[in-house]
């Protein structure tokens, strides 16, 4: 990974996830009913391949799409194929079942080094999480695995100077915006709602319907020790899937009926304020000065 | 856990703990000290209060790791920590530390944990402690809980992290088999903030960073600080009025605005809110935004959707305003009011602005 490509070479990890505003759980067995349920690619990887393809049509070169998961995440990669990518590369294996965010970025690594070998990379891009998974990890995952800098919360890529193989971006941090200057290769997670997606050309389109997805299997993907993937290789392990507890107690309701507004919210402040003494106190100390 | 619950819940989640060797001698409870430009996050002591019941079940030390360069904040940070309940305070100084990088903060930390071998280590989950801990966790190769909102010790002596899955439709509880140290998360105002005791102290250990500026590659430039873009301080506000769809159109956001004006707090919105446009998105409350423990939260127009309400069910009381009384977010307020929010709101500025003194003229 640390030769330089001579053409731009991003690669995307994009995961396909089940859309969650449709998730139901079952009320008896508490289990997620996923029959049904249209999958979507994780719409924070959706930022990191627009700004993937952004680079591209400035500097040239390739976007390749990634994912790690069963057979029929290739549908994944044939979206973002529609969408403008221009190779996707698809793993899947019964091994990598089970996978936590540490077997995850294992398998996903060995599939980077593997498409490295072939086309060096320059930028491995991921989004900022998962809605499934939902733990940010996996980026990080995929950097200290491969040695990339690590470039996390991205917000804007400033300058991208290909000969000098440096970049300059900004990176969200507590309190304000790092600007930051890195060197390629490196791996960024993308921040949302930092660009636009572009809708996939027409030609884009059906080239996507016929593209070839490149399909390895654990082996094919250089994992030679299978001991590292799936549930094996996860040293976290889930004891337990539970519903949230309802609160016993609802609301108590404010009278309303035959009420103005100004008396409504009156109601409101007296209840409010019996209900918590010191808040009134404290709302009223902190605009005496 | 990217999969958690596909995950069978016999087999390996049955499977008894058989602590390799090499991992017996790991003891004691560790918090990462996040300090940014001289600041100490909140919610590293948020994670001291918490990492002291975890070291009390256990009967071991708590310890904080505080990296940093050597100024005046730094050495105000360690003695806070004692504070806040360490007992032992494991420090890394170098100018390379000033502003957070990925590459030295790893170093730092990964070579304490090798050194030191604690059971378990937590830090928040902010933008910093997701990096670090990311990276960290790989490095070591170890299971690392994300977004964890309860912590407890299991009989078994191993620490059982429960956390929002499926944006907050299921929790689920998660433990790190054979591994050291079991990792994990809190986002900000999950945990409450503990009492400091001043009068406490504690044991200082200091480790050398070993690189040199030439080691790093990435360059900070520049910090544009928040002050200049004005950002929202949700996380910690004392009271925060919230809007959702039931406000129809982007224009009645003004209402909720000046009620929080008002009041002195910070406004919110719910999620969709954001996706149209209509609020930037560190406004939004929930899963997916900020959680949110103030004293008093307002929510008009707001369902109370699950991904909506596990982010603000820490708060001291909640008022709901909604013209549906069904609506499930009266399920999680205290007070409910079954109203037109686009006339509620102006009425309740005019009461508080009337009852506070010193309030009347701001309206
Ligand atoms: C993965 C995922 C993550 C998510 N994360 C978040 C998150 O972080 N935060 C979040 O908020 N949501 C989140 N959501 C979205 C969440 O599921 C809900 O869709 C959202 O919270 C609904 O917003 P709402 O209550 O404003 O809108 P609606 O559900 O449309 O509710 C509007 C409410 O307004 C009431 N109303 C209508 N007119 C009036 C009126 N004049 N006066 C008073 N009340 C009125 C209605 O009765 C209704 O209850 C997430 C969803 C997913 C799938
Ligand atoms: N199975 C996967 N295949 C490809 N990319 C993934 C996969 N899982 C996670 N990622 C990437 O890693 C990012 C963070 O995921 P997570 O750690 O699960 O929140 C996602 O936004 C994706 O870009």
Known sequence: MTRLAREFHSVVCIKQVPDSAQIRVHPVTNTIMRQGVPTIINPYDLFALEEAMRLRDEYGGTVTVLTMGPPMAEDALRRALGLGANRAVLITDRRFAGSDTLATSFALSKALTRIGEEHPIDIVFTGKQTIDGDTAQVGPGIARRLGLNQLTYVAAIDALDRDGATITLRRRSEGGVQVLRSRLPCLITMLEDTNTLRRGTIQDMLRAARAPVTTWSAEEAGIADPMQCGLRGSPTVVKRVFAPRPRADKAEMVVVEGKTPAQTADAVLDLLFAQSPNLEAALSARFKS | ?363
């Open chain 2, 1 to 363: 856990m990217a999969d958690a619950p596909q995950q069978p819940a016999g087999g390996r989640a049955a499977m008894q703990m058989q602590l390799a060797a090499k991992f017996k001698d790991y003891r004691h409870v560790w918090v990462f000290v996040e300090i940014e430009r001289g600041c100490v996050h909140p919610v590293s002591w948020e994670l001291m209060g918490e990492g002291r019941k975890l070291a009390d079940d256990l009967g071991v030390d708590l310890c904080a790791v505080v990296l940093g360069p050597r100024t005046d904040d730094t050495k105000a940070a360690i003695s806070q920590t004692y504070h806040y309940g360490a007992d032992i305070c494991y420090i890394c100084e170098d100018p390379l530390l000033a502003d957070y990088r990925n590459e030295p903060y790893t170093r730092a930390l990964t070579g304490l944990v090798d050194k030191y071998q604690p059971e378990i280590l937590l830090l928040g989950a902010t933008p910093l402690g997701r990096d670090l801990a990311g990276s960290v966790a790989t490095m070591l190769q170890t299971g690392l809980t994300a977004d964890s909102t309860e912590l407890r010790i299991a009989d078994d002596k191993s620490l059982a992290a429960t956390r929002p899955t499926f944006g907050g439709t299921l929790l689920c509880t998660i433990h790190t088999l054979n591994h050291r140290p079991q990792m994990a998360t809190v986002r900000p105002r999950v945990m409450a903030m503990p009492e400091p005791d001043r009068s406490r102290t504690g044991r200082m250990v200091w480790h050398s960073l070993g690189m040199a500026e030439g080691d790093i590659v990435t360059k900070v430039l520049e910090f544009v600080s928040d002050a200049r873009i004005e950002k929202a301080n949700l996380a910690y506000a004392d009271i925060v009025v919230a809007g959702g769809m039931g406000l129809r159109q982007p224009g009645n956001l003004a209402l909720v605005q000046r009620l929080a004006e008002v009041v002195g707090g910070e406004w919110g919105v719910s999620r969709p809110l954001v996706q149209k446009g209509w609020a930037p998105a560190e406004r939004q409350i929930g899963q997916t935004g900020t959680t949110i423990r103030p004293r008093l939260y307002i929510a008009a127009g707001i369902s109370g959707a699950i991904q909506h309400r596990v982010g603000v069910e820490g708060s001291d009381l909640i008022v709901a305003i909604n013209t549906d009384p069904d609506a499930r977010i009266f399920d999680v307020a205290h007070l409910g009011v079954v109203a037109d929010a686009l006339t509620i709101l102006p009425a309740l500025a005019d009461a508080f602005a009337r009852r506070l003194p010193g309030r009347a003229l701001a309206s």
